[in-house]
């Protein structure tokens, strides 16, 4: 099966639960209502992909798959959501439709993101994700990690301070680990940790979701600036016309297509023996970069 007619079938069945999933937890409320429209507006779900895909490495059930995933979206949502705020990025627009606060307004966008990410530790939390509780506490831990300041809000919060400044790259990579790939990291992490599997299984996951975080940044990077509204979803060229302290800055798509490139083979030849037994890690790898094409 082609690579991207498997992840969006793996899409349409974690939509159908995940919107099965918030109808049936939430309320009826106009703040239920924000809540599901910022995670249902579209989205490759490219982390529940990931979360699926790792699973099938492990000896978890689909039920517990799709919680993880769902946990993972809440947290994604959100992020989004308040990412598109006027205090943030200022967006209208996210994936082709109106942005959250432009949809409802911006206090009901900034309690959906509030309440979605409670809703994503409320998941994690609950016995139906796993029996044992010292491994819920442990997912628990890891994610809040990755979402935390020394990870996703810490990761955006560079991402304002550095605007219209002149970043040094490695400043930047560092911000990208931490905005981006350290939700990529615990999607690939979490299917393993939750099947107790061994710290050097674990580890290679961590490894993967960081470097399939990066790639994915920086493609999103240079198709903000190369792409148009009707692909993109949302505003071209804003990363530009805000200041944003991308690679881009520094380097330019040909050379970071080439970068991506050599950091899959570098990390292969680390890692061969993980991808000898499932040559769709690699192709993964390259999907990213291949989106750019």
């Known amino acids: 099966m082609k690579l991207n007619k498997l992840i969006n079938d793996k ?51 689909n039920i517990q798959s799709f919680r993880l995933s769902a946990a993972i979206e809440c947290l994604h949502s959100y992020s989004l959501i308040h990412d598109d705020l006027p205090s943030m990025d200022n967006d209208d627009y996210r994936r082709g439709k109106l942005s959250t606060h432009k949809k409802f307004n911006e206090s ?72 981006t790939s350290s939700l990529f990291s615990f999607s690939c992490m979490a299917p393993f940790i939750l099947s107790e599997k061994e710290n050097l299984e674990i580890n290679f996951a961590k490894k993967y979701g960081n470097l399939f975080g990066l790639i994915f940044q920086i493609t999103d990077d240079i198709l903000d600036e190369e792409q148009n509204f009707k692909l ?5 060229g804003k990363d530009k016309k805000q200041g944003k302290s991308t690679l881009l800055l520094n380097k330019n798509s040909k050379d970071l297509k080439l970068l991506c490139t050599n950091k899959i083979i570098i990390f292969i030849n680390k890692n061969k023996i993980f991808f000898q037994k499932n040559p769709l890690l690699e192709k993964l790898l390259y999907f990213n970069i291949n989106r750019l094409n």
């Open 108 to 179: 009901t966008a900034i309690l959906a993101g509030d309440a979605l990410h409670d809703l994503a530790f409320e998941i994690i939390s609950d016995k139906k994700t796993h029996p044992k509780p010292e491994l819920r506490i442990k997912l628990i831990n890891i994610l809040s990690k990755s979402t935390g300041f020394k990870g996703l809000a810490g990761g955006q919060s560079l991402d304002l301070l550095y605007e219209n400044k002149k970043i040094n790259i490695y400043k930047i990579l560092k911000m990208y680990k931490m905005k």
């Open 11 to 61: 899409k349409k069945k974690f939509n159908f639960f995940y919107k099965k999933f918030l109808i049936s937890t939430l309320l009826k409320d106009n703040l239920s209502k924000a809540m599901i429209y910022g995670s249902m507006n579209g989205g490759k779900r490219i982390r529940p992909f990931l979360v699926s895909f790792f699973s099938e490495f492990t000896n978890i059930s």
């Open 232 to 236: 993109l979803g949302k505003t071209p």
